[in-house]
Structures are given as C-alpha cells and as structure tokens.
C-alpha cells in the first residue's frame, strides 16, 4: 500500500489510542523497524538473483551507484512522504545493497514524524472515533482497489510485456 494511511499508519493510530502519545509511538515505531529491517534483509538474501535476471547488470549498476552516493538522502526523504510505500523502500534500499547502517539511521530519522502525528492523532481520539475513521479508510481502499491493477500494469511493463514475457531492459 502507498497511501499516508497503510496498515503501518493504522496500527500506529490504534497504538495512540491504546498506550497514549509517546508510548503508543515508541511501539509502533519498534514494530515499523521490525518490519523495516526484515524487509531489506529479505531483499538482500534472496531478491538480488530475481530481479538481475529482469533487469541488465548496466540499470543495476545505476541503482547501486545511486543508492551508494544518495542513500541515506534517499530513504530518509521517502520516509518522511507518507505516501511513499514503506515496504517498497526497504525492499529497494536492499537490492541495491545499501549500507545497513545508513538504511537504518535514516529509516529512524524519517519515520519519527509520522509516528509521532499518527499516535498523537490516536491518542486524541476516542476509541468509537478511532473506530469510524478506520471503518472510512478501509472503504476508501477498497473502492481504489480496482485502479490499483491498470497501475501496476503501467508500471511493470503492461499486459504484452507479461505475455510475450519478455524482459524490460
């Protein structure tokens, strides 16, 4: 999902509502870096040998650089968009095999505002508020769901790249 209320933004909101401001954040915010971390490992152990195989060693070698010099800039601004996919970012910081550390501290840094706002947000309202307003988002995904396809098409490639399947280069 990438919209500034992903499941990540939810449980943040419930974590407000349940533990107040700062509590509710530092534990939405240990979950998010869980989440975060297990991610860009995944992404390193098993997703480089994949995505080599669809796109050339020259645009990976593009990648690599560019996470090399403006990584930690990288991540830090995509944390701080909230409507930046946050698994995406993890998952691509990964594969181009980003310093850890600077993944880390930047995902930290860039994820302290929201964390703060969504939790703070929860905390002010009540748990019946909290409830209608949960209820509002998840009918709004659901009636973007439809778009989201014509999207990932566009992006990937479209229904003739996949069927012929050939490689984008």
Same mark, same amino acid.
């Given at each position: 999902e990438a919209h500034p209320l992903e499941l990540g933004g939810r449980a943040v909101l419930v974590a407000g509502s349940l533990y107040g401001t700062l509590a509710g954040a530092f534990y939405a915010a240990i979950g998010t870096l869980i989440g975060a971390v297990a991610c860009y490992f995944i992404a390193v152990r098993f997703g480089r040998d994949f995505v080599e195989r669809i796109i050339s060693e020259k645009h990976?070698?593009?990648v690599d650089t560019f996470f090399r010099r403006h990584g930690f800039v990288s991540v830090l601004v995509a944390r701080l968009v909230p409507v930046m996919s946050f698994d995406a970012v993890s998952y691509g910081a990964g594969l181009a095999e980003m310093d850890?550390?600077?993944f880390l501290a930047a995902t930290v840094l860039g994820m302290i505002p929201a964390? *703060?706002?969504y939790s703070f947000i929860g905390d002010e309202l009540s748990f019946q508020s909290l409830l209608v307003v949960m209820a509002a988002i998840v009918i709004v995904s659901a009636a973007a *769901?439809?778009?989201s396809g014509g999207i990932a098409q566009a992006i990937g490639g479209g229904k003739e790249a996949k069927k012929k399947?050939?490689?984008r280069r």
């Open positions: 990976m070698a593009v850890f550390w600077k964390t *703060l706002i *769901l439809p778009f399947g050939r490689r």
